[in-house]
Nanobody, 122 residues
């Protein structure tokens, strides 16, 4: 069983900063990539940022230069530092991990956290 537990969401004023974290635990053999997605009310879930096991990162155009994704491999934890927040960043932020649970079943699967609310007031 794999669990992804997010923390760090909350309410912040526009222009402020927030950091969210996600820790993966359970039966994990290898994590290939971790990332953050978000879903605003009435909208589809969208990619925010991802980071691979090799440290390669990818960002949505809307957050480039403002958000930074990082990862602590020893702790199976991914972070998202969000600066210069805007009201349009308001959403539920979901952690995602693409991982392998066993060397005997080397097929990566996607796992999701329960989500953490980020609200940016104007």
């Amino acid at each position: 069983q794999v669990q992804l537990v997010e923390s760090g969401g909350g309410l912040v004023q526009a222009g402020g900063s927030l950091r969210v974290s996600c820790a993966a635990s359970g039966s994990i053999f290898r994590i290939d990539a971790m990332g953050w997605y978000r879903q605003a009310p009435g909208k589809e879930r969208e990619l925010v940022a991802t980071i691979t096991s090799g440290g390669n990162t990818n960002y949505a155009d809307s957050v480039k230069g403002r958000f930074t994704i990082s990862r602590d491999r020893a702790k199976n934890t991914v972070y998202l530092q969000m600066n210069s927040l805007k009201p349009e960043d308001t959403a539920v932020y979901y952690c995602n991990a693409n991982l392998v649970i066993s060397a005997f079943i080397p097929v990566p699967r996607n796992y999701w956290g329960q989500g953490t609310q980020v609200t940016v007031s104007s």
